[in-house]
């Protein structure tokens, strides 16, 4: 269940930065929150992140048994932990931010979503 949670969760990530490559005004919820609109090198950088997170979303559906397994179980539990304590350290890092949309929008987004990962993985 958490790994659907977290899937879920992160599709919601995935969108928006998506949204925020394509140059929408959302900004300041991701990468410090310092760009209203993401300057074209920051654009770059959100299309290689969303790549990172559709992979990590693969990683935790096929952690909790709802796809089939791209990589052996111990490659998928290790990916799994990897992700978790990623996106530990993104809470930390969206905690610290200046901006106030993303310390106080995405720090609980990416705490629960890294709390949906250590769960599945701990439970593999």
Excluded: D
């Excluded at 629960?112 to 593999?124: G, K, L, P, R, S």
């Amino acid at each position: 269940m958490f790994a659907i949670i977290g899937a879920i969760l992160f599709l919601v990530i995935v969108i928006m930065t998506v949204l925020v490559a394509l140059g929408l005004p959302l900004g300041e919820f991701t990468m410090g929150g310092q760009h209203k609109v993401l300057p074209n090198k920051f654009r770059i950088m959100a299309l290689v992140s969303v790549a990172m997170q559709i992979f990590a979303m693969v990683i935790v559906l096929q952690a909790g048994g709802f796809i089939t397994l791209w990589f052996s179980y111990k490659i998928t539990k290790y990916f799994c932990f990897f992700f978790a304590a990623y996106l530990s350290l993104n809470t930390i890092m969206n905690l610290m931010s200046q901006s106030k949309k993303e310390k106080y929008v995405m720090t609980p987004f990416s705490l629960i979503v890294a709390m949906c990962y250590w769960m599945t993985a701990f439970q593999m």
